[in-house]
């Protein structure tokens, strides 16, 4: 978490003394800190989100994250080739 802090800190000319301040920060920019989210987590997508989110829609409202995107679950989950768990299932 520390490295992603630091990416955003370097970008947007920030300065974090502890997490909560970070996490301040990652609800005022709501839609900045999920953009570099998925910039940084190195999600395989076919097509970028066109919108992270309507910030002014109701939680009731089950708003759209990520509109537009398109990804493959398994892909994801899938896509080191090593002996990496990809998949934990508990019933």
């Known amino acids: 978490m ?8 370097d970008k947007y000319k920030v300065k ?13 920019h709501l839609t900045e800190f999920w ?5 940084y987590s190195g999600l395989v997508y076919s097509k970028k989100f066109e919108k992270i ?3 002014d829609a109701k939680l009731s409202d089950l ?3 990520f509109e537009g995107a398109k990804l493959n679950f398994a892909e994801n989950v899938l896509k080191f080739r090593d002996d990496r768990v ?6």
Do not use: C, M
Not at 2 to 9: C, D, S, Y
Not at 18 to 28: A, I, T
Not at 86 to 91: M, T
């Open 86 to 91: 990809a998949l934990i299932v508990s019933g």
């Open 53 to 55: 989110v309507d910030v």
């Open 63 to 65: 708003p759209v994250w």
């Open 2 to 9: 520390r490295k992603f802090q630091k990416t955003i800190e």
């Open 35 to 39: 953009s570099e989210i998925w910039d």
């Open 16 to 28: 974090f003394n502890n997490y909560w301040e970070f996490h301040k920060w990652s609800v005022e």
